[in-house]
Each structure stands twice: as C-alpha cells, then as structure tokens.
C-alpha cells in the first residue's frame, strides 16, 4: 500500500488517483484518522484495503505535503555506504554514527529550503536517504524481528551546514538542524509493496540529473541493523523516521533543486533560496 499526505488531506496512492480518507469515511461509514501519523499509531489498515465505489482524485489535482509534521523523532546516521570507506581495506567503526533532528526543521516536499544568510551559513549540501517508518513502540529488538515493527519506507531529504560542522564536529547538531533542512515523503510505501530491499537504488539528484548513487544492499549496516542497534538504547514510538544514509551529498546554492529518488518508493524534491536577517519574537 502506498500512503500520503497531500494538499487535500491523507490519501491512500490508486494508480495516479488519491483516494481521500475522508472519502472513505464518507462511502465507508470508516473513522480513519485526519492524519497519516494517526493511522501509523493505529496500527489499523484494514479499512484501506478494499477501495471499490470510492472516488479518488486525479494527482494532478492535489499538491504533496509532509506525511505528518511532528514526528516522535528524526533519527539519522552518518556515513552509511561502502563507497564511502576512504580506502577499501579499512574498515567502519564497529558501530553506526547517528544523531537526532528536531521537527522545527521540517520542509514539505516540493517547498523551499531557506538558506540562512550567508554570515549564517555560505555552504551547505544535501542527500536523499531511504527512510524507515517505524509502526509499533519497540526497544530491544532482535534483528530477525526488526519487520515486526517497521510500519513503510520513504525518502528522506537531510541537509548539512557544512562551513558550520567544519568547525567543529562537535556542532553537528547545530549544522543538521536548521530551519528548512530536513523532509520526507510525500510518500510512505508498506513493506509488502517492496520485495527485495536490498535492491532498491537510493539516487541523490542536483538541477534533475543524478549525482550518486547506491543500492541498500551495499549499506554498511543494513536498514535492520540499524533499527535493532538504535533501540537497544531508547524506545522507538510510531511514526519515527530512521534516515539510513547516503552514498554522497550534492553540494548546492540557491537557485538549485536538490532530491532524489528511490524507484519502487517516491522522489522528493526542494527548490533552495536564499534567506534574510529578519528578526522575528
């Protein structure tokens, strides 16, 4: 099943129709959720599984927006991929590199990333990441059941201050968090839609064309490894994003659209500007 948000409000994906929630509701007689994160906390999808004499509308005639605004957490991990070994007979750390994103940083598909002024941050760049939607509260979990709690997949968008971190890594969070740098969506694909994960391509694009590239079988910790590792040190909540890495980030300025792709998933796409000191309290 393929989920999203969109101009018009939840929606389940029909071919190139939207099926609104609230149509279902309507024919249906069902209460689903006014929100994608509320069906995630539900659980319940069957009311979304038999869409015959509903209505939908053609995707052209709906804009995307976030799946949901507020998720529990943004969890991200640093260098993910095989390509990214300086030297193929290194080896990575033992375990993954990952830090947190605060909701306040969120961008809908398709808007705009506003770059702070330059005095702020003058260089930046961007990476389309697979990411995991997690379904069920869970924490100690065995990898062998790591699909037990993964509720889909979507594409991530995370942005880097990089003159920031240059500084210091120790300001990785400052660099990750900015206004504007981070998104997922528009959709959220269930996993039976997926039948080899490992074969799924995740592309980074820059201005449409592609910039790296990379399969998910060549992650260096595999999508559920890196569930089982993170929640052996905090409960995960439905409707987490776990953003798994990507192959290499697109650097960028403004006037560019950086994104990606991953086929079988959805693109996601952000047009960058620039921003202005304009105090606001």
Known sequence: M???NCSHGPAVLR???AVLFSEINAVRGHALPGDLLGLIQSGDLAPLRDLRGVAGLPLAEVGPA???????KILCVGPNYRCQLPDPNTTQPDEPGSFLKPASCMVAPGGNIVLPPPDVCARADAECELGI??????????EEHVSEVIFGYTATLDLTALDILAKSPRFLTRAKS???FFSFGPVIVTPDEIADLGALEVVTELNGEPYSRDLVSNMCR???QLVSFHSDFYALDPGDILS????KAAPFQPGDTVGGRIDGVCRITAQV????RKPLY
Request: a positive charge; hydrophobic letters at 35%; charged letters at 15%.
């Open 133 to 142: 939607i997690i379904g069920r509260r869970c924490r100690f979990v065995p």
């Open 222 to 224: 595999l999508p559920a």
């Open 273 to 276: 500007t620039q921003g202005v």
């Open 66 to 72: 976030l799946p949901y605004s507020a998720p529990p």
């Open 178 to 180: 900015i206004d504007t």
């Open 244 to 247: 798994t890495g990507c192959p």
């Open 15 to 17: 071919g190139a129709e």
């Open 2 to 4: 393929k989920l999203l």
